[in-house]
């Protein structure tokens, strides 16, 4: 073998292992869960509920808007993030999304029901397993935004929480309605 067809030769060898070596990685990237899916699965998991508490509220005639709960839970997550050394401003906001973006879902259901009163609830779900769910639902979050403050705070953000989002709605099989809700729910996370 001369010099130079030697020289092919492991070029093509070299350059076949690093094309391998780049499928593997790229393979390997697409299987690691992406960085910010605990929380916006969270997130998407709380919004989902909406569906139980609209059907609650609808079946009892009860408002959709409850501001005194919802001072509630923004001063619960609030305190958690204090107690888990996170930016307490920055929850209150990520939180004020989350519960606008599911209020937002809960007046798409009530107009749905309205516009087609046969789709509508007749039994009231307990709202108070709603709101432990929820509560639960919480803490959580807030446990993976002080888990993922470097994350949530890096200049790879934007690109997690949309791998994020993306792998959420998929798994979840979330329609238009919660697609959008979800995006408006985790819009600040990214400051």
Known sequence: MTVTALARHVGSVVVGAALALMATSVHADADEPAPLFALVDAAAQRLLTADAVAASKWATGAAIEDPARERQVIEAVTAAAGEKGVDSGYVARAFRNQIDATVAVQYDLFSGWKLDPVAAPTTAPDLSDSRAA???LNRAMVSEIAGQWDALHSPLCLRDLDAARS???DERS???IYRRALTFATRSYCP
Request: charged fraction near 35%; hydrophobic fraction near 55%.
């Open 134 to 136: 929820i509560d639960t």
């Open 167 to 169: 792998a959420v709605v």
């Open 174 to 176: 979330l329609d238009d």
